[in-house]
């Protein structure tokens, strides 16, 4: 059944459904609508703008240092904030974008435990302050091989953990989502078990490249992206990126983390980029960006690997994939 589920949908929307397509086709009716012949297209196809897209506040004060940064093309907002995904607002890409209005994303307080010095439930504005606040433009790419170019916004995580002070006995950090159908109507279906949940190795965590993100382009992340906060591993595929994070645990032993409990055979705990351990039922080695039509070779840790790649020396990358 859970298989199956799978099978007809979460690789329908990446493999089988040219998405570039699907948005091309989006953008041009926005255009036919903006010269005014088109409105009852779309009307007709049923294509409203995403309410949580025009509330989405600019961030100030933003350090645009270029750390890390890459120069390639940015993935339009609208493809960034329209095609995404969020179980907890529905299985289709479109459908966060559709359906997360109802989340609320302040207050919002953060459970933090485990071996750690300063365990307690802190207020999410406690935890990151404004001033801190760095851009980072990091490729993307999901285990569905399609990849977008994003400029985050947010605070590396590192910072985070090291006010917080995990104890030596904290070998693995563990996230958390929100759990709360009236919030999150997607979770009255239990495509997942609730809450979503990811982890990752303390080293992992303190990379430089791990960030918290807060927001993107500037602005406040939308809800659909996982308001109002959310991890972001360019080296990792996308669902190591969990959104709206409600609790952060320390943990002396590996979580498990949702992909790999629902299909343990297709997702890894590790999930690093890697373009040769071919998910079973397609290959990594190419990947479609979001708005083009060709498909690029993909890179090995999402070419982050001189950022990343020490961590795993020694490792069989087939083994812990
Ligand atoms: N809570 C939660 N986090 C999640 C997911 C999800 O379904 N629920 N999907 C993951 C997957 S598979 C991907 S590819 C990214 C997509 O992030 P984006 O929509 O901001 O591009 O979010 C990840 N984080
Ligand atoms: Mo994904």
């Known amino acids: 059944m859970l298989f199956k589920f799978l099978k007809s949908s979460h690789v329908k929307s990446g493999e089988i459904t040219p998405e570039n397509i699907y948005l091309g086709r989006r953008e041009f009716i926005q255009d036919t609508a903006r010269i005014g012949a088109g409105v009852a297209a779309v009307a007709t196809l049923g294509l409203t703008p995403s309410p949580a897209q025009a509330e989405v506040r600019a961030l100030d004060n933003i350090i645009r240092d270029g750390a890390f940064g890459t120069d390639e093309k940015q993935t339009s907002y609208r493809a960034v904030t329209e095609y995404n995904n969020f179980y907890e607002f529905g299985t289709d890409k479109s459908d966060p974008a559709r359906n997360a209005h109802s989340l609320r994303p302040r207050p919002w ?13 802190y207020d999410i504005d406690d935890l990151i302050k404004p001033h801190m606040l760095q851009e980072r433009v990091y490729r993307m790419r999901c285990v569905e091989a399609w990849s977008m170019v994003i400029p985050w916004v947010g605070i590396p995580l590192a910072q985070i953990i090291k006010k917080l002070g995990p104890t030596s006995q904290a070998k693995y950090v563990r996230f958390e989502t929100l759990v709360d159908q009236k919030q999150m109507p997607g979770q009255s279906r239990r495509v997942i078990k609730w809450p979503y949940a990811e982890g990752l190795r303390m080293d992992e965590a303190m990379n430089p490249l791990t960030l918290m993100a807060v927001g993107l382009y500037g602005k406040e992340l939308p809800n659909q992206n996982g308001a109002p906060m959310r991890l972001v ?39 690093n980029v890697n373009p040769e351990v071919d998910h079973p039922r397609w290959t990594q080695a190419n990947e479609r960006r979001i708005g083009e039509f060709r498909r690029r070779k993909t890179l090995m840790f999402n070419g982050y690997s001189e950022e990343v790649a020490h961590m795993y020396s020694g490792m069989n990358l087939k083994k812990y994939f």
């Not at 959104?243 to 997702?267: C, G, Q, T």
């Open 109 to 121: 307080t953060v459970k933090i435990d485990g071996h750690v010095d300063n365990p307690g439930d």
């Open 233 to 271: 591993v360019p080296w990792k595929y996308g669902f190591k990126g969990i959104k709206s994070i409600v609790r952060i645990s320390f943990v002396d032993r590996m979580p498990s983390n949702s992909w790999k409990r629902l299909a343990p055979h297709e997702y890894g705990f590790y999930a």
